[in-house]
């Protein structure tokens, strides 16, 4: 069972940034579109950004022009910086494949203040 393991969360004020990192221990890591996936208290889990194996960006709307997704393939990491944070960005965050290959890891608690 390959599990994500996440890091960077932490409690900011509206305005602040975060930056997200995401270690997969999957040998086909390089070749995986990763995802960076929240869950805000009491709704479900949706997805907010990816990267292609190419680097190609795509992000939910919510997350366009505040948040940039990257890949190191080397370290077999995905990261998510953001910025302009919202107290609507309070979630846990978490990676995984495009295709949800991955069992969930625990995530990384974002807590935005106002």
């Known amino acids: 069972q390959v599990r994500p393991v996440e890091s960077g969360g932490g409690s900011v004020q509206a305005g602040g940034s975060l930056r997200l990192s995401c270690v997969v221990p999957?040998?086909?890591?390089?070749?995986?579109?990763m995802s960076w996936y929240r869950q805000a208290p009491g709704k479900q889990r949706e997805w907010v950004a990816s990267?292609?194996?190419?680097?190609?960006?795509l992000y939910a709307d919510s997350m366009k022009g505040r948040s940039t997704i990257s890949r190191d393939n080397a370290k077999n990491t995905v990261s998510l910086q953001m910025n302009s944070l919202k107290v609507d960005d309070t979630a846990v965050y978490y990676c995984?494949?495009?295709?949800?290959?991955?069992?969930w890891g625990q995530g990384t608690q974002v807590t935005v203040s106002s």
């Open positions: 990267v292609t194996s190419l680097g190609s960006e």
């Open positions: 995984n494949t495009v295709d949800l290959n991955l069992d």
């Open positions: 999957r040998s086909t890591f390089s070749i995986d579109t």
